[in-house]
Structure formats: structure tokens, C-alpha cells
T-cell receptor, first 115, second 113 residues
């Protein structure tokens, strides 16, 4: 596609359930990022995938959060045993790593509501 | 780790006026400072960025200035238009991973016609 695609756009779940959020980056972009945006707040870095290197997981808030990137393309962010404080918009971004400007191209986000 | 503070949190101007948003950062190793614009229901979009070897950069009505000594950088929008209304975020990063950003809290800019 032309841009970063995220699904679902909205997800409502009950406390304690697991959720999966999907990101399809721009074709050819080797770097992929997940950020979290809580209501009225700035963006918080979660995790970063760079080519075939081990991901930088330094922003994940707890071990209930995990992410994977298969085949260097699509990524899935998984939140286990969701809590109400997990409610936020989860944004995915991709960028060119070599020869790029550093610009992140963001998707429109997945809005997660935990009841 | 890095900490980025952004002010003001809201800014209201008349069409045609200038708007200035300021950010400070804490980590002297940071060397990349982008500004993102986020419209309602959309993901943020890069509008301008600056690297630490440059003091000022302009792109039409938008300019960014950087003072590394004081660890602050600012966004200047001249001749504002209603379509400039959005949330603006400053950010900072260092090292080789330009995309691992620490964002400010955002500024809601409203331009009144």
C-alpha cells in the first residue's frame, strides 16, 4: 500500500483479555516502530525493529507486552491480560534505515479501550 | 534517559499571526530534533527537522531554531492559516537510531479565521 496500515482501527476489550494489533509498514522500509499515545499525552516509544537485528524492547512497559516482526515486514503487538491503563492509541511507524532522512511515517493507529 | 518539555500546551492565534512553540531537552547527546503535526484521527506527520550541526532551518512558512548550549529548540510558523490548526509535537533522539524518539507533550494550535 501507499502508507502504513494498522488494524484494527478500534478495539474494545475486557480487562484480562489478550489483544493483538497489526502493522503493515511501507514496502521497502527496513525499520519499524511501535509508539503508544495516551489521552492528551505525547507519544511513548515501545519497541523498534531494525532489519534482521534483535529488536530494541527498551520501551515496553511490562512483560505483558510483546511484539514480533515476521519476514521483515508485518508486525504484531500483543498485550496479554489487558489492564485499564493499557487504554491508548497504539501507533506504528516505519522508516528507511539506509539512505533515509530519519523521517517516521506513521499509521493512523489502533485505539484500544479496556473496560 | 532523555526528557523533553514542550510549551505552551495550547496556543490560540488569529489567521496571519505568527506562532512559536518551544521545547527543551535534557540529554546533551541528542542530535536530531524533528517536529510532527497531528491532525484529528490521523497519525503524526513530519513537518520539519534539524540536526545538531545546524542552528536554523526554514521551509516556506515554517522554521526551526536550535540552541545546543541551552538545550532548547523552537518551531516558528509565520502567516498562520486555519489549516495549520492541529497538535504539534517536538521530539529528540541521539545516536544512530533517529526513529527512537522522545516526544514532548504536544501543543494544540488553533488558528482563528
Amino acid at each position: 500500500g501507499a502508507g502504513v496500515s494498522q488494524s484494527p482501527s478500534n478495539k474494545v476489550t475486557e480487562k484480562g483479555k489478550d489483544v493483538e494489533l497489526r502493522c503493515d509498514p511501507i514496502s521497502g522500509h527496513t525499520a519499524l516502530y511501535w509508539y503508544r499515545q495516551s489521552l492528551g499525552q505525547g507519544l511513548e516509544f515501545l519497541i523498534y525493529f531494525q532489519g534482521n537485528s534483535a529488536p530494541d524492547k527498551s520501551g515496553l512497559p511490562s512483560d505483558r507486552f510483546s511484539a514480533e516482526r515476521t519476514g521483515g515486514s508485518v508486525s504484531t503487538l500483543t498485550i496479554q491480560r489487558t489492564q485499564q491503563e493499557d487504554s491508548a492509541v497504539y501507533l506504528c511507524a516505519s522508516s528507511l534505515l539506509v539512505g533515509g532522512t530519519g523521517e517516521l511515517f506513521f499509521g493512523e493507529g489502533s485505539r484500544l479501550t479496556v473496560l | 534517559g532523555e526528557n523533553v518539555e514542550q510549551h505552551p500546551s495550547t496556543l490560540s492565534v488569529q489567521e496571519g499571526d505568527s506562532a512559536v512553540i518551544k521545547c527543551t531537552y535534557s540529554d546533551s547527546a541528542s542530535n536530531y530534533f524533528p517536529w510532527y503535526k497531528q491532525e484529528l484521527g490521523k497519525g503524526p506527520q513530519l513537518i520539519i527537522d534539524i540536526r545538531s550541526n545546524v542552528g536554523e532551518k526554514k521551509d516556506q512558512r515554517i522554521a526551526v531554531t536550535l540552541n545546543k548550549t541551552a538545550k532548547h529548540f523552537s518551531l516558528h510558523i509565520t502567516e498562520t492559516q486555519p489549516e495549520d490548526s492541529a497538535v504539534y509535537f517536538c521530539a529528540a533522539s541521539g545516536g544512530t537510531s533517529y526513529g527512537k524518539l522522545t516526544f514532548g507533550q504536544g501543543t494544540i494550535l488553533t488558528v482563528h479565521p
